[in-house]
């Protein structure tokens, strides 16, 4: 039998090789929008990962990205949602174009301190 072991993030490696974990990229300094349509959105490596109907994939860098907007078609895993939560991403599930605001999540919480860093 397996032992059970917890997979590792990036904050539990950098304090086993005794690095400080990483900081999260201020607001300002990051990409403000993508907007992702038919395609599927997953976790792939740390990194967000779009796959569309060819089955190619594109990589997105979610710590530097504000808001990804889901547009009809878009399929996101809960290991994304989690990816998402944790880096400070908010999601917006819109109509197409953005027309329509669906859903939308709250990154970090209620918290309009976090805005400010």
């Known amino acids: 039998m397996w032992p059970h072991t917890r997979p590792q993030g990036l904050a539990d490696v950098a304090t086993t090789l005794g690095l400080a974990p990483p900081r999260p990229i201020p607001i300002k300094d990051r990409t403000s929008i993508l907007f992702v349509e038919k395609g599927q959105l997953d976790v792939l490596d740390g990194a967000f990962v779009v796959i569309d109907q060819n089955g190619v994939r594109t990589h997105i860098p979610v710590g530097g990205l504000a ?51």
């Open 67 to 117: 808001c990804l907007m889901l547009e009809p078609g878009a399929r996101i895993s809960h290991a994304a949602v989690a990816l998402a939560a944790r880096v400070g991403c908010l999601l917006v599930w819109v109509g197409e174009a953005g027309v329509r605001l669906y859903s939308a999540g709250q990154p970090g919480g209620a918290r309009a301190d976090r805005l400010l860093h």
